[in-house]
Nanobody, 124 residues
Framework: QVQLVESGGGLVQPGGSLRLSCAVSGSISGRPWQYWVRQAPGKGLEWVAT??????YYAPSVQGRFTISRDAAKTMLYLQMDSLTSQDTAIYYC???????????????????WGQGTQVTVST
């Protein structure tokens, strides 16, 4: 069974950087799309970035500041976050799903697998 485990969250000052990691274990068949999504306090799930098919996709709110990447074996997924603001404060989840790319996921249940999340807090 596939498991995803995030790490790398924490407290960072505005303008700072963090790199999130997601370890993917278990049998990975097919070519799943892999995602980062986040949920801020009192808000719904927000799509952040997607990688797959040789391409990357970003939400407008993070375009130019965040970079999604992964290793060739698709066992490690990363999110480099630069120029962080308080609006980036959220629990960040990595997730994956086979089949068509999800454009606007609204729930973790939209994915095949997801991690437990890692807290990112941007504050002075």
């Amino acid at each position: 069974q596939v498991q995803l485990v995030e790490s790398g969250g924490g407290l960072v000052q505005p303008g700072g950087s963090l790199r999130l990691s997601c370890a993917v274990s278990g049998s990975i068949s097919g070519r799943p799309w892999q995602y980062w999504v986040r949920q801020a306090p009192g808000k719904g799930l927000e799509w952040v970035a997607t990688i797959g098919g040789g391409s990357t996709y970003y939400a407008p709110s993070v375009q130019g500041r965040f970079t999604i990447s992964r290793d060739a074996a698709k066992t490690m997924l990363y999110l480099q976050m630069d120029s962080l603001t308080s609006q980036d404060t959220a629990i960040y989840y990595c997730a994956q799903k086979r089949g068509p790319r999800l454009i606007s996921p609204t729930s973790l249940q939209d994915f095949d697998r997801w991690g437990q999340g890692t807290q990112v807090t941007v504050s002075t």
